[in-house]
């Protein structure tokens, strides 16, 4: 499975993100917090890349962390994390999903545990959402 995180994967849209914080389902693992919403879908056509099944953001508020220098950083672990692990979930969705990723701590946190705090809410989401893997 292709690991990359393409300009298409990248949550943009500001309608979708006005609707993913008024409407979205949130799941907490302290220091990150996932908030998710099903995209409607027009068409149940197959995923190909202009159309994957996930628009995915990261965001880390200057109220938590003062200096950008940091504020970047953590976000790009973050995206980091998540293109390796995507997996988890891209291989048994059935539809579409908005996904927005807020680090809620003022603590510095390394790449071992990012990745273990991503692991565990893609694992959760999946329950959640029953996405079971096709074979």
Do not use: C, H, W
């Not at 914080?21 to 879908?41: D, H, M, Q, T």
């Not at 973050?78 to 809620?104: C, D, H, P, W």
């Amino acid at each position: 499975m292709e690991e990359g995180f393409n300009k298409q994967e990248k949550l943009k849209s500001k309608i979708l993100i006005d609707t993913l914080f008024a409407e979205g389902v949130s799941i907490k693992n302290y220091p990150l917090r996932l908030v998710y919403i099903p995209i409607p879908s027009r068409n149940a056509k197959t995923v190909s890349v202009k159309n994957p099944y996930f628009k995915t953001g990261f965001s880390v508020p200057k109220k938590f962390i003062k200096t950008a220098v940091q504020r970047n950083r953590i976000k790009r672990l973050m995206r980091e994390s998540f293109r390796k692990n995507k997996y988890i979930v891209i291989t048994g969705a059935k539809q579409q999903y908005a996904l927005m990723f807020i680090y809620l701590s003022r603590e510095d946190i390394s790449q071992i545990k990012m990745e273990q705090l991503m692991v565990n809410l893609l694992e959760r989401l999946k329950q959640k959402e029953k996405i079971s893997v096709l074979n």
